[in-house]
């Protein structure tokens, strides 16, 4: 045991949704003390909720929407005396003074292998992009998102009917390996971290990113559907004169349609693209066409 270390390592964990939960479970599945969670708020259309709940269920004090640099924050965290921060799929990067609250600073869960697909919504950029394999991975945290060396990386296969909530569930069983695997050595020394090359960088989604441009190729509109489908918002197109949100849609390859054209079919629509033909399968009409894009909420 490195020289500082606890027998009883103790945790102040960040985070939000189903990975930060699977994270809480894990932690204390492996005998740490979490002596406190910091979660967000649900926000509109959030159905990434239940951290809160999953810490009140097992007595660890909870702060809900803390502000991350305000001194009250620090404060809390200081007190808890942690040995080490984990961060969970927490919305926020986490200032130096919180990470210089621990022993050893912080380490995060990020939704891709690093060093690819730094940044916001990993996991919905990897299925739009049609990527084959993703991924999770546990750094350390620095001033710089997702750029801090790496205690570790796993990767597993994405189908190519894999959704982003398919990926999602991968990224959360993956992540909980993650953290039973490398935590240990890293509490007490025995693992050293390596540094990252260079990677990608994506951004935040917004509402916009959601429209399908019937021009593009069926494969491509197939990827951003699988990406957006629910629990996220959805992507969405207009066909003539209706607005409709696609949750669902196939390939048609031996369908040759002009870019926008529909034709019913069933209980299913069939579209044109700049390819070949799309069979939406499940779609709701939300309301007339509109060029205005805030119909559909970001992904955070």
Request: net charge positive; aromatic share 8%.
């Amino acid at each position: 045991m490195s020289a500082g270390a606890r027998e009883v390592p103790r945790i102040v964990l960040f985070g939000h949704g189903i990975v930060g939960q699977e994270a809480l479970a894990v932690l204390i599945g492996m005998g740490y003390e979490v002596t406190a969670v910091f979660a967000h708020a649900p926000t509109p259309g959030d159905w990434q909720v239940g951290l809160a709940e999953e810490a009140r269920r097992y007595a660890i004090p909870c702060f809900v929407d803390a502000k991350f640099d305000a001194p009250e924050t620090v404060a809390i965290v200081a007190a808890a005396a942690p040995d080490l921060i984990v961060s969970a799929y927490c919305r926020e990067l986490l200032p130096a003074a919180l990470l210089a609250c621990a022993r050893l600073g912080g380490v995060n869960l990020h939704g891709s292998p690093l060093p690819h697909y730094r940044g916001r919504a990993p996991v919905n950029w990897m299925v739009l992009r049609g990527e084959v394999q993703g991924g999770v991975s546990l750094h350390q945290m620095t001033a710089r998102a997702d750029r801090g060396p790496l205690l570790g990386v796993t990767r597993f296969p994405i189908g190519v009917e894999d959704t982003a909530f398919d990926v999602l569930l991968n990224v959360r069983r993956e992540g909980g390996n993650l953290l039973r695997h490398c935590l240990p050595g890293f509490l007490t020394g025995t693992l050293t971290p390596t540094a990252q090359g260079k990677g990608s960088m994506f951004g935040r989604r917004t509402p916009a990113d959601g429209r399908i441009d019937w021009s593009w190729s069926a494969s491509r509109i197939h990827c951003l559907v699988r990406a957006l489908t629910r629990p996220y918002p959805g992507a969405f197109a207009d066909l003539g004169e209706e607005r409709v949100v696609i949750w669902w849609a196939t390939l048609r390859a031996e369908i040759v349609l002009e870019p926008g054209v529909s034709l019913p079919r069933g209980r299913s629509m069939l579209v044109g693209t700049g390819t070949h033909a799309l069979a939406l399968l499940d779609y709701q009409v939300t309301g007339a066409a509109s060029g205005n894009p805030t119909a559909t909420p970001a992904i955070r």
